[in-house]
């Protein structure tokens, strides 16, 4: 076992203990026990407008076990605390399915009609996720930290050499194949950096493309895919990449709300797991593309202003001021690649950036008045800006979308050596 | 069966009275009579018992009497008080035999009811009557064989004969050989016993049936309704029929004296007062009186509002001590309770209603719209026409049942009596009692409150229940938590026994729950693998 892995697994043993201290405290003075943590809900979480994160808000929750409805969470609170503690002790790394079957046993009693009860600790994984997220807000460790891992899902090469475990490893040396980021990137160690850049890409195929291309050893670029919504590692790992190594994150996903809500995922945090956001947010990442206004301009959005007075709480002057944006693709080319947008894709659209400017820029009135049940989105704050509100208002006009698949179509040459270097170098992307 | 002794005088043919009102009285068929006579019989004896504070030992006895037709004898013993012999003959023999006017409660009205018995007995099977009586105070016990002459209306002794006591008994007996339908009134006549049995808990009261089958009730309190006084009519709850009958048979020598003596709340002011609204001389002969001036004066009577309330002491509530123990000995339930209303009066008539209630224990289920519900009228069961009955009404109707905490069906019975000197009887069955708002609102306040008792005691229940339930959902998880505890902190001397008594005393010492229940729940907890 390597040596940082021990340190690991003293350091969360110490915390674990630690924090459970405080209730071996409480039962002794005869108090009742109770478990204090940071309120785990969205009305908890909170848009951080300097950190510019999504954070868990000042509400607090107690967990007090003679509190009838709080009894079963407090003991299995405890029971999954027991079981990561022995799983530390024990030198294994289970996953968040081992510890359910782990934990999973049942209690039987006698109810007040001298029924015999035999109730499970949890029914489904789902009851025991819950808990192990509350281990880590409660303790304040995320549950790599406890070496719980995960399946690995995010992928890296570059001229990056890391230590993992004992090992030195050399990214620019893995072939046509790439490093899997383990789900404790906060054991890897950072040895040498030759790079200039992080491009993040969201799809798997792109980057395995990009990487035979040899497009990170030409761009001086450490190339990073989550294939798909990203895991808690790929994050981690991209935000210590940012912080440790000051290299700027530049993101690459589809031309749509789903694509740029990845994005967010990597910058803000995630809606539902804000508590991570603090360890595992980018807020300096960048939205590269593809943007609607590579695939449209800014002719569709002009047009728009000039048929209302404000957009999304910005007057239509400030929004006036916004950069001027040519097309990179041709109008043929665009007809080629474009996809039709889903009713989803549209619904999503609203949830990013509110129902007020997809009522405005929508031309159908069939396709607004399907979005009624919406009416009530305000959007979040952070697509609530001058950039995101363009790119969305297209997409409500347009109603089209474009994979990134299609750039490369359009040429792998032209997405590694046109679109992302001229992208980067003219400053053209999103904050 | 009847409420009030309202005796007249004036004798009509016997034959004449049974024809026309047999099915009033009750003996419309064989199966009918038979149940009628049992009632006649088992009433007259309560009335010859409790009513003059003697702690009743009842006896039924219905037997087969003949091989071939349907002829039942049915004899019904007492530990009352006893009919003088030279009554006797009278008394079971002349219909209509009475005496003078004066209102009590009784159940039947001692004559009328089992005169008929003994008239439908001699008309189906021309068996007499037999009759073994004895007072406390006499030394021989007396005995008759009695028809009833029905052309002229008496007594015919066919029998008579007296012998010494042995033993310090007195009572009547009382043998009535009749036409009956045992198969068809059985499941009644068991039902109007059982009633019966309810709201006499002081009364040993045992039944033979023809099937062989002995039903006994056993004395369970020695406590007694207090008897009923008999009483002067109120002037409120008179009318010309019986102000004339009053004044015809009146000793008094003036219409002031006869007021004043015939009526109760009426002094010789106020009588005074009565007729000179009625603009009648007070010293003229009651006897002289007009039908314009007996009709004026009934007028005045009966709108005049100085008078004191009509007395209450003629009414014999059952009591709640007896109300409770008749439900307990019948049900055996969980929860019992009882209430009897202070007096009241409608339309001249003081009454009194008395509710209880019986939930859990052998309460059996009741319908699924209302509980199981026990109408009585002067201590008689009504068992019949329960749907036009005003208390059935009270009950669905006035009352939010889901505001006292029960949902039906729910193992609920409600006993609900109304004494008077005169029920409203609702038509000529006597089986349901009228819609009259005075007695509607006394029958809806007497329902309110054992309800209110009721739900007290539901969701004190509820409470221990709840309180309960948090034990066994807090202690079965104590195990777990201590287990886990000591798993984290494995060498650090902590012991789990001792872990485990310390969140015992918390949780005792934060909900009130005392330890030793706790540490029962914790007794049958076992965590799995």
């Given at each position: 076992?390597?040596?940082?892995?021990?340190?690991?697994?003293k350091?969360?043993m110490?915390?674990l203990?630690?924090?459970?201290k405080?209730?071996?405290?409480?039962?002794?003075?005869?108090e009742?026990?109770?478990?204090?943590?940071?309120k785990?809900?969205?009305?908890?979480?909170?848009?951080d407008?300097?950190?510019?994160?999504?954070l868990?808000g000042?509400?607090?929750?107690?967990?007090?076990?003679?509190?009838?409805?709080?009894?079963?969470?407090?003991m299995?609170?405890?029971?999954?605390?027991?079981?990561?503690?022995?799983?530390?002790?024990?030198n294994?790394?289970?996953?968040?399915?081992?510890?359910?079957?782990?934990?999973?046993?049942s209690?039987?009693?006698?109810?007040?009609?001298g029924?015999?009860?035999?109730?499970?600790?949890?029914?489904?994984?789902?009851?025991?996720?819950?808990?192990?997220?509350?281990?880590?807000?409660?303790?304040?460790?995320?549950?790599?930290?406890?070496?719980?891992?995960?399946?690995?899902?995010?992928?890296?090469?570059?001229?990056l050499?890391i230590?993992?475990?004992?090992?030195?490893?050399?990214?620019?040396?893995?072939?046509?194949g790439?490093?899997?980021?383990?789900?404790?990137?906060d054991?890897?160690?950072?040895?040498?950096?030759?790079?200039?850049?992080?491009?993040?890409?969201?799809k798997?195929?792109v980057?395995?493309?990009?990487?035979?291309?040899?497009?990170?050893r030409?761009?001086?670029?450490i190339?990073?895919?989550?294939?798909?919504?990203?895991?808690r590692?790929?994050?981690?790992?991209?935000r210590?990449l940012?912080?440790?190594?000051?290299?700027?994150?530049?993101?690459?996903?589809?031309s749509?709300?789903?694509g740029?809500?990845?994005?967010?995922?990597?910058?803000?945090?995630?809606?539902?797991?804000?508590?991570?956001?603090?360890?595992?947010a980018t807020?300096?990442?960048?939205?590269?593309?593809v943007?609607?206004?590579?695939?449209?301009?800014?002719?569709?959005?002009?047009?728009?202003?000039?048929?209302?007075?404000?957009?999304?709480?910005?007057?239509?002057?400030?929004?006036?001021?916004?950069?001027?944006?040519?097309?990179y693709?041709?109008?043929?080319?665009r007809?080629?690649?474009?996809?039709?947008?889903?009713?989803?894709?549209?619904?999503?659209?609203?949830?990013?950036?509110?129902?007020?400017v997809?009522?405005?820029?929508?031309?159908?009135s069939?396709?607004r008045?399907?979005?009624k049940k919406?009416?009530?989105?305000?959007?979040?704050?952070?697509?609530?800006?001058?950039?995101?509100?363009?790119?969305?208002?297209?997409?409500?006009?347009?109603?089209?979308?474009?994979?990134?698949?299609?750039?490369?179509?359009?040429?792998?040459?032209f997405?590694?050596?046109?679109?992302?270097?001229?992208?980067?170098?003219?400053?053209?992307?999103?904050? | 069966?009847?409420?009030?002794?309202?005796?007249?005088?004036?004798?009509?043919?016997?034959?004449e009275?049974?024809?026309?009102?047999?099915?009033?009285?009750?003996f419309?068929?064989?199966?009918?009579?038979?149940?009628?006579?049992?009632?006649?019989?088992?009433?007259?004896?309560?009335?010859?018992?409790?009513?003059?504070?003697?702690?009743?030992?009842?006896?039924?006895?219905?037997?087969?009497a003949?091989?071939?037709?349907?002829?039942?004898?049915?004899?019904?013993?007492d530990?009352?008080?006893?009919?003088?012999?030279?009554?006797?003959?009278?008394?079971?023999?002349?219909?209509?035999?009475?005496?003078?006017?004066?209102?009590?409660?009784?159940?039947?009205?001692?004559?009328?009811?089992?005169?008929?018995a003994?008239?439908?007995?001699?008309?189906?099977?021309?068996?007499p009557?037999?009759?073994?009586?004895?007072k406390?105070?006499?030394?021989?016990?007396?005995?008759?064989?009695?028809?009833?002459?029905?052309?002229?209306?008496?007594?015919?002794?066919?029998?008579?004969?007296?012998?010494r006591?042995q033993?310090?008994?007195?009572?009547t007996?009382?043998?009535?050989?009749i036409e009956?339908?045992?198969?068809k009134?059985?499941a009644?006549?068991?039902?109007?016993?059982?009633?019966?049995?309810?709201?006499t808990?002081?009364?040993?009261?045992?039944?033979?049936?023809?099937?062989?089958?002995?039903?006994?009730?056993?004395?369970?309190?020695?406590?007694?309704p207090?008897p009923?006084?008999?009483?002067?009519?109120?002037p409120y709850?008179?009318d010309?029929?019986?102000?004339?009958?009053?004044?015809?048979?009146?000793?008094?020598?003036?219409?002031?004296?006869?007021?004043?003596?015939?009526?109760q709340s009426?002094g010789e002011?106020?009588?005074?007062?009565?007729?000179?609204?009625?603009?009648?001389?007070?010293?003229?002969?009651?006897?002289?009186l007009?039908?314009?001036?007996?009709?004026?004066?009934?007028?005045?009577?009966?709108?005049?509002?100085q008078y004191?309330p009509?007395s209450?002491?003629?009414?014999?509530?059952?009591?709640?001590?007896?109300?409770?123990?008749?439900?307990?000995?019948?049900?055996?339930p969980?929860?019992?309770?009882?209430?009897?209303?202070?007096?009241?009066?409608?339309?001249?008539?003081?009454?009194?209603?008395?509710?209880?209630?019986?939930?859990?224990?052998?309460?059996?289920l009741?319908?699924?719209?209302?509980?199981?519900?026990?109408?009585y009228?002067?201590?008689?069961?009504?068992?019949?026409?329960?749907?036009?009955?005003?208390i059935t009404?009270?009950?669905?109707?006035?009352?939010?049942?889901?505001?006292?905490?029960?949902?039906?069906?729910?193992?609920i019975?409600?006993?609900?009596?109304v004494?008077?000197?005169?029920?409203?009887?609702?038509?000529v069955?006597?089986?349901?009692?009228?819609?009259?708002p005075?007695?509607?609102r006394?029958?809806?306040?007497?329902?309110?409150?054992?309800?209110?008792?009721?739900r007290?005691?539901?969701?004190?229940?509820?409470?221990?229940?709840?309180?309960?339930?948090?034990?066994?959902?807090?202690?079965?998880?104590?195990?777990?938590i201590?287990?886990?505890?000591?798993?984290?902190?494995?060498?650090?001397?902590?012991?789990?026994?001792?872990l485990?008594?310390k969140?015992?005393?918390?949780?005792?010492?934060?909900?009130?729950?005392?330890?030793s229940?706790?540490?029962e729940?914790?007794?049958?907890?076992?965590?799995?693998?």
């Amino acid at each position: 076992m390597s040596s940082v892995d021990v340190k690991a697994r003293k350091n969360a043993m110490r915390v674990l203990k630690e924090r459970f201290k405080t209730i071996i405290e409480q039962i002794q003075r005869g108090e009742k026990p109770t478990l204090i943590m940071p309120k785990r809900v969205l009305s908890n979480t909170i848009y951080d407008e300097k950190s510019k994160m999504l954070l868990l808000g000042p509400d607090v929750l107690k967990r007090s076990f003679i509190d009838v409805n709080e009894a079963r969470k407090f003991m299995q609170t405890l029971l999954m605390a027991s079981i990561i503690y022995e799983a530390l002790v024990n030198n294994e790394y289970p996953t968040i399915r081992d510890l359910f079957y782990r934990g999973k046993h049942s209690i039987s009693y006698r109810d007040v009609d001298g029924k015999l009860i035999h109730e499970n600790t949890w029914d489904e994984q789902k009851e025991s996720d819950s808990v192990i997220r509350d281990l880590e807000v409660f303790m304040n460790v995320l549950r790599e930290e406890m070496l719980i891992l995960s399946k690995e899902k995010g992928k890296v090469v570059g001229n990056l050499v890391i230590k993992s475990g004992d090992d030195v490893i050399d990214l620019s040396k893995m072939g046509h194949g790439a490093y899997s980021i383990e789900p404790t990137p906060d054991l890897l160690e950072f040895r040498d950096v030759d790079a200039e850049y992080v491009l993040v890409v969201e799809k798997d195929a792109v980057f395995q493309q990009l990487h035979r291309y040899g497009f990170w050893r030409k761009y001086k670029a450490i190339l990073v895919t989550s294939a798909g919504q990203p895991d808690r590692a790929t994050r981690r790992f991209v935000r210590r990449l940012n912080e440790e190594l000051k290299l700027p994150v530049y993101v690459l996903t589809d031309s749509d709300p789903y694509g740029f809500y990845i994005y967010s995922v990597f910058k803000i945090g995630s809606i539902t797991l804000s508590y991570e956001s603090e360890r595992l947010a980018t807020p300096n990442a960048r939205f590269i593309g593809v943007s609607m206004t590579d695939v449209f301009g800014d002719g569709v959005f002009q047009k728009i202003l000039n048929n209302v007075r404000e957009l999304g709480g910005f007057t239509k002057s400030a929004l006036g001021r916004l950069k001027k944006k040519k097309p990179y693709l041709s109008e043929s080319e665009r007809k080629n690649y474009v996809i039709k947008a889903k009713q989803r894709d549209i619904e999503r659209a609203v949830e990013l950036v509110g129902y007020d400017v997809a009522e405005k820029c929508i031309e159908s009135s069939e396709v607004r008045s399907k979005l009624k049940k919406k009416e009530g989105l305000t959007g979040y704050p952070w697509f609530r800006t001058p950039e995101w509100i363009r790119e969305l208002c297209i997409f409500f006009n347009t109603l089209n979308k474009l994979e990134i698949e299609a750039m490369a179509s359009k040429g792998l040459k032209f997405l590694a050596d046109t679109y992302i270097p001229e992208k980067i170098e003219g400053n053209d992307w999103i904050d | 069966m009847s409420s009030e002794t309202a005796e007249k005088y004036k004798a009509i043919s016997p034959a004449e009275f049974f024809y026309k009102y047999k099915e009033i009285a009750g003996f419309a068929n064989p199966a009918r009579a038979l149940y009628q006579t049992v009632r006649e019989l088992v009433e007259n004896a309560l009335d010859a018992t409790d009513s003059h504070g003697i702690l009743p030992d009842i006896k039924i006895v219905i037997q087969r009497a003949d091989p071939v037709q349907e002829f039942y004898r049915v004899t019904v013993e007492d530990n009352g008080i006893g009919i003088p012999p030279d009554i006797v003959p009278n008394a079971f023999g002349r219909v209509l035999f009475s005496s003078k006017y004066v209102l009590k409660q009784t159940r039947g009205m001692y004559g009328l009811g089992v005169k008929m018995a003994v008239l439908y007995g001699q008309m189906t099977t021309g068996r007499p009557i037999e009759v073994i009586t004895s007072k406390r105070e006499y030394r021989r016990i007396y005995f008759f064989k009695i028809r009833i002459d029905i052309n002229k209306n008496e007594p015919i002794v066919l029998e008579r004969g007296s012998w010494r006591k042995q033993r310090d008994w007195h009572g009547t007996i009382v043998s009535l050989t009749i036409e009956g339908d045992w198969g068809k009134a059985k499941a009644r006549i068991k039902e109007y016993v059982n009633r019966t049995a309810i709201v006499t808990p002081y009364a040993n009261i045992v039944m033979y049936t023809p099937d062989n089958e002995v039903v006994f009730y056993k004395r369970v309190i020695d406590v007694m309704p207090r008897p009923p006084r008999e009483v002067k009519p109120h002037p409120y709850g008179v009318d010309l029929e019986m102000l004339k009958m009053i004044m015809e048979s009146s000793k008094q020598p003036t219409i002031l004296e006869a007021l004043v003596e015939n009526f109760q709340s009426v002094g010789e002011v106020t009588a005074r007062d009565l007729l000179t609204r009625a603009g009648i001389d007070p010293s003229i002969s009651p006897s002289s009186l007009k039908e314009d001036d007996l009709l004026k004066l009934v007028n005045v009577m009966k709108t005049y509002s100085q008078y004191k309330p009509p007395s209450s002491s003629a009414i014999s509530p059952l009591g709640t001590e007896v109300i409770k123990a008749g439900l307990n000995r019948m049900f055996e339930p969980e929860f019992v309770e009882a209430v009897t209303r202070r007096p009241s009066t409608y339309e001249g008539h003081p009454f009194i209603v008395e509710a209880g209630i019986a939930y859990g224990g052998k309460v059996p289920l009741s319908e699924p719209d209302k509980p199981t519900t026990l109408r009585y009228a002067n201590k008689i069961p009504l068992l019949y026409d329960e749907g036009s009955d005003v208390i059935t009404s009270v009950v669905k109707e006035d009352i939010a049942w889901e505001n006292y905490l029960v949902s039906f069906p729910a193992p609920i019975v409600l006993l609900v009596h109304v004494c008077s000197t005169k029920v409203p009887f609702k038509g000529v069955g006597k089986e349901s009692i009228a819609d009259v708002p005075e007695v509607r609102r006394e029958i809806k306040l007497a329902i309110s409150e054992v309800a209110r008792r009721l739900r007290g005691y539901l969701t004190a229940k509820q409470k221990e229940f709840e309180a309960q339930r948090k034990v066994v959902h807090l202690a079965k998880y104590i195990p777990e938590i201590a287990r886990s505890i000591e798993v984290i902190f494995s060498g650090d001397g902590l012991d789990r026994e001792i872990l485990v008594k310390k969140i015992v005393e918390i949780i005792s010492a934060k909900t009130g729950i005392p330890e030793s229940k706790i540490n029962e729940v914790l007794k049958n907890v076992e965590i799995g693998a």
